[in-house]
């Protein structure tokens, strides 16, 4: 999974709780992504990074927060979990000058009950 | 608003046979449009993409053609394999920089031996 780490792997939440996943690289690349995925609707894109301290939100960003202080780590904030945020979520990187491909990390499997 | 439509969703082909999976897409500023290939509990990987330039791009057994417009693009797997068992996305994408993928809703090939 091209240096791409997501932690917690599997976490099970209560509607209401904060929750934060983590996504961190070892290969420095500029970009990097969250989207989930949800049976029938592929990958959504919810917020990126175009470097340290720099993001924007992407196609389903309501709920969610996003911040990044370092190159390597890239942070997805639940403020307050709902049972639609149920999903598993996949962390992405790219690189300028490396043509356009995204790789992605194993993926978090969100329970929210 | 699905920007980019994925058909069929699921299929099944025998080994040897030839697998296609055809995608639409709506917004005609997409510049990038990559195949993406995913394993049970794997995140998606890269297969292969295409830039409207073209009408075709094959690597290996895999083959993108292009019909930029029509608006459609779609994956043949040619001689498929059991070990091409997967759910294959399309997507697209505009412009350089950061890649806000839009994707479509995936497809399940199963290829029976």
């Known amino acids: 999974d091209a240096g791409i780490t997501q932690s917690p792997r599997h976490k099970v939440t209560e509607t209401g709780t904060p929750v934060t996943l983590r996504c961190h690289q070892t290969?420095?690349?500029?970009?990097m992504y969250w989207y989930r995925q949800d049976p029938g609707h592929g990958l959504r894109l919810i917020h990126y990074?175009?470097?340290?301290?720099?993001?924007d939100k992407g196609e389903v960003s309501d709920g969610y927060s996003v911040s990044r202080s370092k190159t390597e780590d890239f942070l997805l904030t639940l403020e307050s979990a709902t049972s639609s945020q149920t999903s598993v979520y996949f962390c992405a990187i790219s690189e300028p000058g490396e043509g356009y491909e995204q790789y992605f990390g194993p993926g978090t499997r969100l329970t929210v009950t | 608003q699905q920007q980019v439509k994925q058909s069929p969703q699921s299929l099944i082909v025998q080994k040897g046979g030839i697998s296609i999976i055809n995608c639409a897409y709506e917004?005609?500023?997409?510049?990038?449009f990559p195949w993406y290939q995913q394993f049970p509990g794997k995140g998606p990987a890269l297969l292969i993409a295409?830039?409207?330039?073209?009408s075709e791009k094959k690597e290996g057994r895999f083959t993108i053609s292009f019909n930029k417009s029509a608006k459609q693009f779609s994956l043949h797997i040619m001689d498929s394999q059991p070990g091409d068992s997967a759910t294959y996305f399309c997507?697209?994408?505009?412009?350089?920089?950061?890649?806000?993928?839009?994707f479509g809703q995936g497809t399940r090939l199963t290829i029976n031996p």
């Open positions: 990074s175009y470097g340290v301290k720099d993001t």
């Open positions: 997507a697209a994408s505009i412009g350089q920089g950061a890649q806000k993928l839009v």
């Open positions: 290969e420095n690349h500029r970009y």
């Open positions: 295409i830039r409207p330039d073209v």
């Open positions: 917004n005609t500023a997409f510049d990038y």
